[in-house]
Nanobody, 118 residues
């Protein structure tokens, strides 16, 4: 059974930091390119940061220089360090695992709420 379990969300003041973590089980982690997406109320889900098929990192313009994605292949985890948080970063953050080697529907976690107060 494939599971993506996020943790680390919460309430933080603007300018603060949070670190999200996602533990992925039930798949061969090395075959997947993990990432983080978010969805704010009334908006579509959008990319925050991800690894591509050759492990380059990609970031949304709105988070460049503030967020850092990292992965630990030994622990099957993907983390998102979020600094200098802004109220517009408020959203549910989802962990994602995308198959590197062909088309397959990606796996998603249940999401973790991040709320940034002004």
């Amino acid at each position: 059974q494939v599971q993506l379990v996020e943790s680390g969300g919460g309430l933080v003041q603007a300018g603060g930091s949070l670190r999200l973590s996602c533990v992925i089980s039930g798949i061969n982690f090395g075959f997947y390119a993990p990432g983080w997406y978010r969805q704010a109320p009334g908006k579509q889900r959008e990319l925050v940061a991800r690894f591509d098929n050759i492990d380059r990192t990609e970031y949304a313009d709105s988070v460049k220089g503030r967020f850092t994605i990292s992965r630990d292949n030994a622990k099957n985890t993907v983390d998102l360090q979020m600094n200098s948080l802004r109220p517009e970063d408020t959203a549910v953050y989802f962990c994602n695992a995308d198959y590197r080697y062909g088309f397959q529907s990606p796996y998603w976690g249940q999401g973790t709420q991040v709320t940034v107060s002004s």
